[in-house]
Protein backbone atom coordinates (compact mmCIF):
# COMPACT_ATOMS: atom_id res chain seq x y z
CA UNK A 1 0.00 0.00 0.00
CA UNK A 2 2.88 1.96 0.42
CA UNK A 3 4.29 1.99 -3.18
CA UNK A 4 0.70 2.90 -4.64
CA UNK A 5 0.90 6.19 -2.76
CA UNK A 6 4.12 6.86 -3.01
CA UNK A 7 5.18 9.98 -4.80
CA UNK A 8 7.65 7.79 -7.18
CA UNK A 9 5.14 5.56 -8.37
CA UNK A 10 2.78 8.78 -8.61
CA UNK A 11 5.16 10.52 -11.13
CA UNK A 12 5.62 6.98 -12.90
CA UNK A 13 1.80 7.10 -13.32
CA UNK A 14 1.70 10.71 -14.57
CA UNK A 15 4.19 11.04 -16.66
CA UNK A 16 3.66 13.57 -19.02
CA UNK A 17 4.30 11.53 -22.41
CA UNK A 18 1.39 8.90 -21.09
CA UNK A 19 -1.11 11.77 -20.51
CA UNK A 20 -0.46 13.39 -23.49
CA UNK A 21 -1.36 9.90 -25.13
CA UNK A 22 -4.12 9.46 -22.87
CA UNK A 23 -5.57 13.04 -23.61
CA UNK A 24 -5.40 12.28 -27.10
CA UNK A 25 -7.18 8.76 -26.53
CA UNK A 26 -10.32 10.00 -24.36
CA UNK A 27 -10.47 12.99 -26.21
CA UNK A 28 -10.08 15.24 -23.93
CA UNK A 29 -8.50 16.02 -20.53
CA UNK A 30 -8.11 12.60 -19.34
CA UNK A 31 -9.03 11.77 -15.01
CA UNK A 32 -6.44 9.46 -13.75
CA UNK A 33 -8.36 7.23 -11.17
CA UNK A 34 -6.53 7.30 -7.56
CA UNK A 35 -7.54 3.84 -6.97
CA UNK A 36 -4.46 2.03 -8.58
CA UNK A 37 -3.16 -1.40 -8.32
CA UNK A 38 0.50 -3.00 -8.38
CA UNK A 39 0.98 -6.14 -8.50
CA UNK A 40 3.71 -8.26 -7.57
CA UNK A 41 3.55 -12.21 -8.37
CA UNK A 42 6.59 -14.54 -6.99
CA UNK A 43 7.52 -17.73 -9.20
CA UNK A 44 5.76 -20.85 -8.32
CA UNK A 45 2.88 -19.36 -6.45
CA UNK A 46 -1.13 -19.80 -8.13
CA UNK A 47 -2.32 -16.46 -6.94
CA UNK A 48 -2.77 -15.67 -10.81
CA UNK A 49 -5.45 -13.25 -11.24
CA UNK A 50 -8.85 -15.22 -12.42
CA UNK A 51 -10.85 -14.13 -15.86
CA UNK A 52 -12.55 -11.27 -15.66
CA UNK A 53 -13.72 -7.61 -17.35
CA UNK A 54 -13.22 -4.72 -15.60
CA UNK A 55 -16.60 -2.98 -15.59
CA UNK A 56 -17.42 -5.12 -12.98
CA UNK A 57 -15.60 -3.67 -10.66
CA UNK A 58 -16.17 0.67 -12.14
CA UNK A 59 -20.04 0.10 -12.39
CA UNK A 60 -20.00 3.10 -10.58
CA UNK A 61 -19.57 5.55 -13.22
CA UNK A 62 -19.08 5.63 -17.42
CA UNK A 63 -18.48 2.64 -19.36
CA UNK A 64 -16.08 4.89 -21.26
CA UNK A 65 -13.23 3.87 -19.79
CA UNK A 66 -9.66 2.27 -20.86
CA UNK A 67 -7.36 0.54 -19.08
CA UNK A 68 -3.63 0.80 -19.49
CA UNK A 69 -1.44 -2.10 -18.24
CA UNK A 70 2.13 -1.87 -17.54
CA UNK A 71 4.84 -4.33 -17.17
CA UNK A 72 7.50 -2.94 -14.66
CA UNK A 73 10.64 -4.51 -16.17
CA UNK A 74 10.68 -7.24 -18.63
CA UNK A 75 8.04 -9.92 -18.64
CA UNK A 76 8.31 -12.71 -20.81
CA UNK A 77 5.46 -15.30 -21.27
CA UNK A 78 6.74 -17.98 -18.67
CA UNK A 79 7.04 -15.37 -16.18
CA UNK A 80 2.82 -14.97 -16.43
CA UNK A 81 1.94 -11.78 -17.75
CA UNK A 82 -1.37 -10.77 -18.92
CA UNK A 83 -3.59 -12.24 -21.82
CA UNK A 84 -6.62 -11.88 -23.88
CA UNK A 85 -9.78 -13.78 -24.65
CA UNK A 86 -9.68 -13.32 -28.09
CA UNK A 87 -12.53 -11.18 -30.03
CA UNK A 88 -14.14 -11.00 -26.31
CA UNK A 89 -14.65 -7.46 -26.08
CA UNK A 90 -18.37 -8.32 -27.46
CA UNK A 91 -18.60 -11.19 -25.26
CA UNK A 92 -17.78 -8.88 -22.00
CA UNK A 93 -20.33 -6.46 -23.37
CA UNK A 94 -22.95 -9.34 -23.72
CA UNK A 95 -22.57 -10.45 -20.15
CA UNK A 96 -22.76 -7.45 -18.91
CA UNK A 97 -26.23 -6.75 -20.47
CA UNK A 98 -27.34 -9.94 -19.20
CA UNK A 99 -25.96 -8.91 -15.52
CA UNK A 100 -28.26 -5.65 -15.79
CA UNK A 101 -31.21 -7.48 -17.23
CA UNK A 102 -30.84 -9.81 -14.36
CA UNK A 103 -29.91 -6.97 -11.71
CA UNK A 104 -33.78 -5.30 -11.54
CA UNK A 105 -34.60 -6.83 -7.65
CA UNK A 106 -30.86 -5.25 -6.46
CA UNK A 107 -29.89 -2.37 -4.09
CA UNK A 108 -27.97 0.52 -6.18
CA UNK A 109 -24.76 -0.30 -3.92
CA UNK A 110 -25.30 -4.37 -4.92
CA UNK A 111 -25.84 -3.30 -8.68
CA UNK A 112 -22.23 -1.62 -8.55
CA UNK A 113 -20.81 -4.35 -6.70
CA UNK A 114 -18.78 -7.36 -7.80
CA UNK A 115 -19.46 -9.04 -4.80
CA UNK A 116 -23.41 -9.43 -5.15
CA UNK A 117 -25.90 -12.43 -5.79
CA UNK A 118 -25.61 -12.44 -9.34
CA UNK A 119 -22.49 -12.50 -9.91
CA UNK A 120 -19.35 -15.49 -9.44
CA UNK A 121 -16.76 -15.45 -6.87
CA UNK A 122 -15.48 -12.06 -6.46
CA UNK A 123 -16.56 -10.77 -10.31
CA UNK A 124 -14.87 -13.37 -11.79
CA UNK A 125 -15.62 -15.24 -14.91
CA UNK A 126 -13.76 -18.59 -14.15
CA UNK A 127 -10.58 -19.65 -12.85
CA UNK A 128 -10.55 -22.04 -15.50
CA UNK A 129 -8.86 -20.64 -18.82
CA UNK A 130 -8.65 -23.30 -20.87
CA UNK A 131 -12.21 -24.50 -20.10
CA UNK A 132 -13.36 -20.75 -21.33
CA UNK A 133 -11.22 -21.11 -24.12
CA UNK A 134 -13.15 -24.03 -25.14
CA UNK A 135 -16.49 -23.25 -24.30
CA UNK A 136 -16.21 -20.05 -26.32
CA UNK A 137 -14.25 -20.99 -29.01
CA UNK A 138 -11.61 -18.62 -28.62
CA UNK A 139 -7.83 -18.74 -28.23
CA UNK A 140 -6.09 -16.63 -25.27
CA UNK A 141 -3.94 -14.62 -26.69
CA UNK A 142 -0.08 -13.92 -24.77
CA UNK A 143 3.15 -12.00 -25.48
CA UNK A 144 6.30 -11.43 -24.50
CA UNK A 145 6.29 -7.66 -22.90
CA UNK A 146 9.67 -5.64 -22.48
CA UNK A 147 9.94 -2.45 -20.05
CA UNK A 148 8.62 0.62 -21.82
CA UNK A 149 5.50 -1.37 -23.00
CA UNK A 150 1.60 -0.55 -22.39
CA UNK A 151 -0.92 -2.28 -22.90
CA UNK A 152 -4.65 -0.93 -23.52
CA UNK A 153 -7.86 -2.64 -23.22
CA UNK A 154 -11.73 -1.43 -22.85
CA UNK A 155 -13.57 -2.05 -20.03
CA UNK A 156 -15.18 -4.97 -21.38
CA UNK A 157 -12.25 -6.94 -22.54
CA UNK A 158 -12.15 -10.30 -20.63
CA UNK A 159 -8.32 -10.65 -19.65
CA UNK A 160 -6.64 -12.77 -16.75
CA UNK A 161 -2.98 -13.37 -15.79
CA UNK A 162 -1.18 -16.34 -15.75
CA UNK A 163 0.99 -18.33 -13.06
CA UNK A 164 4.67 -17.17 -13.23
CA UNK A 165 6.66 -20.26 -14.02
CA UNK A 166 9.62 -17.97 -14.37
CA UNK A 167 12.98 -21.20 -14.18
CA UNK A 168 15.23 -17.90 -12.77
CA UNK A 169 12.34 -17.39 -10.45
CA UNK A 170 12.46 -13.62 -11.11
CA UNK A 171 9.26 -11.92 -9.37
CA UNK A 172 6.87 -10.06 -11.91
CA UNK A 173 5.88 -6.81 -11.40
CA UNK A 174 3.22 -5.10 -13.13
CA UNK A 175 0.85 -2.32 -12.88
CA UNK A 176 -2.91 -1.32 -14.01
CA UNK A 177 -4.25 1.77 -14.18
CA UNK A 178 -7.47 3.60 -15.41
CA UNK A 179 -8.27 6.26 -17.55
CA UNK A 180 -11.32 8.09 -18.57
CA UNK A 181 -12.86 11.32 -19.83
CA UNK A 182 -12.83 13.84 -16.74
CA UNK A 183 -16.50 15.30 -18.30
CA UNK A 184 -17.70 11.76 -17.77
CA UNK A 185 -19.13 10.20 -14.91
CA UNK A 186 -16.59 9.09 -12.45
CA UNK A 187 -16.85 5.87 -10.29
CA UNK A 188 -17.06 7.36 -6.67
CA UNK A 189 -15.13 4.10 -5.12
CA UNK A 190 -12.12 4.71 -7.34
CA UNK A 191 -11.72 8.41 -5.86
CA UNK A 192 -9.37 6.36 -2.95
CA UNK A 193 -6.12 4.82 -2.84
CA UNK A 194 -6.00 1.42 -3.16
CA UNK A 195 -5.85 -0.77 0.35
CA UNK A 196 -6.71 -3.96 1.42
CA UNK A 197 -10.11 -5.11 1.60
CA UNK A 198 -11.70 -2.22 0.12
CA UNK A 199 -13.85 -4.94 -1.62
CA UNK A 200 -12.78 -3.33 -5.46
Given at each position: MSIVRSAAYEGFCAQPRLVRFMDAFVQGISYLHKRKLM??????TA????????LVYLRGGTSRLVTAWIP???IPAEMGGLVYLEGSHALGRRMEAEFQTNSGTL???E???????HMAEGG???????DMAERFDA???????EAGDAVLHSPYMIHAATNNEDRARRLRLSTDIRYQNVDDE???????????GDML
Open positions: RYVQPGVATPAHYDIGDSPERISAYNDWISKDLPRWLAADYIDARWNNHWSL
